[in-house]
T-cell receptor, first 112, second 114 residues
C-alpha cells in the first residue's frame, strides 16, 4: 500500500517558469520531509514541516504542510536548470517513530 | 563535520551470494536506518538500529539482517541474493529526540545482482 502519493510523476518545464508538486496521503503524519535526489546519489534534505498549516520558504522554494497534516506541497518560483532532480516527500508518525514512508517522487527537468 | 558515509559505492554480485554493506553515521547521531531504492521508486524502509538493537523493521524477508556497533556505525547483510535485490541501498542517520527525528542520507551503495 502506497501511503504517500506524489504528483505529477514527471514534470518538464522551461527555465523561469513556476511549478507546484504535491504529496498526498489519507494518513496523518507527525512530520513530513522534502528531499531532492540526483541520479546515483542519496536524497538531500530540503525541509522538515511539523505543524499543520505550516509554511516554510527556502529561497525560491515554498513548502506547505496541510492543516490536517495529511498532505504537502512544494512550489518553486522561477525554476532554474539547477533545480532539476527527483523530489521526494517522506512522512513519519509518532506511533512508528524512525520509520519514514516515502512517495515515489516527482522527476523535475528544467530546460535552459 | 563529516556527513553519512557508505561503502562500497558500487558492488556486483551473482545470485545466491551474500553481501555486506557499511555505513558510518553523521557525527553526533546515534540512530541508523537502512532503505532500499529500486529504479524509479522512492526508498523503502528496511530497518532501523538504535543502541545496537533493531528498533523497527519494514516488510523485508529475514535474508536482510543488520548490526550496529558501539561507535554507532552499522552493517546491512543480505543473504541468498536474488536478481530483485538489485537497487540503491541507502543509509540514513539521525539523533533520536522524541519522534521528530530528521534523517540525513548517505550517497548509497549501488548493488547489481547478476
Amino acid at each position: 500500500t502506497q501511503l504517500l502519493e506524489q504528483s505529477p510523476q514527471f514534470l518538464s518545464i522551461q527555465e523561469g517558469e513556476n511549478l507546484t508538486v504535491y504529496c498526498n496521503s489519507s494518513s496523518v503524519f507527525s512530520s513530513l520531509q522534502w528531499y531532492r535526489q540526483e541520479p546515483g546519489e542519496g536524497p538531500v534534505l530540503l525541509v522538515t514541516v511539523v505543524t499543520g498549516g505550516e509554511v516554510k520558504k527556502l529561497k525560491r522554494l515554498t513548502f506547505q504542510f496541510g492543516d490536517a497534516r495529511k498532505d504537502s506541497s512544494l512550489h518553486i518560483t522561477a525554476a532554474q536548470p539547477g533545480d532539476t532532480g527527483l523530489y521526494l516527500c517522506a512522512g513519519a508518525r509518532y506511533t512508528n517513530a524512525g520509520k519514514s514512508t516515502f512517495g515515489d517522487g516527482t522527476t523535475l527537468t528544467v530546460k535552459p | 563535520d563529516a556527513g553519512v558515509t557508505q561503502s562500497p559505492t558500487h558492488l556486483i554480485k551473482t545470485r545466491g551470494q551474500q553481501v555486506t554493506l557499511r555505513c558510518s553515521p553523521k557525527s553526533g547521531h546515534d540512530t541508523v536506518s537502512w532503505y532500499q531504492q529500486a529504479l524509479g521508486q522512492g526508498p523503502q524502509f528496511i530497518f532501523q538500529y538504535y543502541e545496537e538493537e533493531e528498533r523497527q523493521r519494514g516488510n523485508f524477508p529475514d535474508r536482510f539482517s543488520g548490526h550496529q556497533f558501539p561507535n554507532y556505525s552499522s552493517e546491512l547483510n543480505v543473504n541468498a541474493l536474488l536478481l530483485g535485490d538489485s537497487a540503491l541501498y541507502l543509509c540514513a542517520s539521525s539523533s533520536l529526540q522524541g519522534a521528530r527525528e530528521t534523517q540525513y542520507f548517505g550517497p548509497g551503495t549501488r548493488l547489481l545482482v547478476l
